[in-house]
Nanobody, 126 residues
């Protein structure tokens, strides 16, 4: 049974940093793309960042490029999202997702992902 468990959310002031973690288990993820998405109150869920487990190529939403960094630790089967220079508009529930053999051009499409975590709340105060 595939499980994705996020952690690391919390309350932080604007300009601060947080690191989210996503521990993956239940199968081998070597051909997966791992993604982070977020959903703010009253808004649709949106793409944040993605990383290919094999090779490590990454992609980012324009709104977070240069501030957020996605990475993975193969030994720990864990994906991270380092978030710096946080803004109040980054406030959302952040979700980790896994999808098998997603094309790079589709890594921002949530419909391509098969498994989702339960989400972790990130709140940025002004």
């Amino acid at each position: 049974q595939v499980q994705l468990v996020e952690s690391g959310g919390g309350l932080v002031q604007a300009g601060g940093s947080l690191r989210l973690s996503c521990a993956a288990s239940g199968r081998t993820f070597s051909r997966d793309t791992m993604g982070w998405f977020r959903q703010a109150p009253g808004k649709e869920r949106e793409f944040v960042a993605a990383i290919r487990w094999s090779g490590g190529s990454t992609s980012y939403a324009d709104s977070v490029a240069g501030r957020f960094t996605i990475s993975r630790d193969n030994a720990k089967n864990t994906v991270y999202l380092q978030m710096n220079s946080l803004k109040p508009e980054d406030t959302a529930v952040y979700y980790c997702a896994a999808g098998y053999m997603i094309m790079s051009s589709s890594s921002d499409h949530e419909s391509r992902y098969d498994y989702w975590g339960q989400g972790t709340q990130v709140t940025v105060s002004s």
